[in-house]
């Protein structure tokens, strides 16, 4: 799982009500629009879980991110599926053996309008 300065990672996520649930139970975020479904049955899917979707290249990569830079533009729903564009903007190897990281993303909806868009900064540490 090699990357490069430049690269794109992309992916997709469809949420649904359950997974609105749970994020609900383990934030506390219980604003109404998360509980209460919309006249089609839907609900508000909470920011910070749709901002999983570019955290998740952490996850993959093992990057310790130091910044997180988020900005929510429109609403998503439970329904809505979700595409995450993570550009590498810096990948760069330190003296200490970490590697610098910086990257960019922009996630959009089925219907190509944004919904998410920011960048994070951190390390990746490499395993012994």
Known sequence: MSLKA?????????FTVEDVRQFTAVSGDRGVHHVTPDEQ?????????TATLPTKVGGDYNVLARTMNFEFLRPVFTGDTIRCDVTIGKYERQ????IA?????????????????????GVIVQSR
């Open 41 to 49: 049955g839907r609900l508000v899917v909470q920011g910070l879980l």
């Open 95 to 98: 003296e200490n053996g970490r």
């Open 101 to 121: 990281i910086a990257a960019s993303f922009v996630c959009t909806n089925q219907q190509e309008k944004v919904v998410l868009q920011g960048d994070f900064a």
């Open 6 to 14: 430049g690269d794109v990672i992309t992916f997709e996520r469809t």
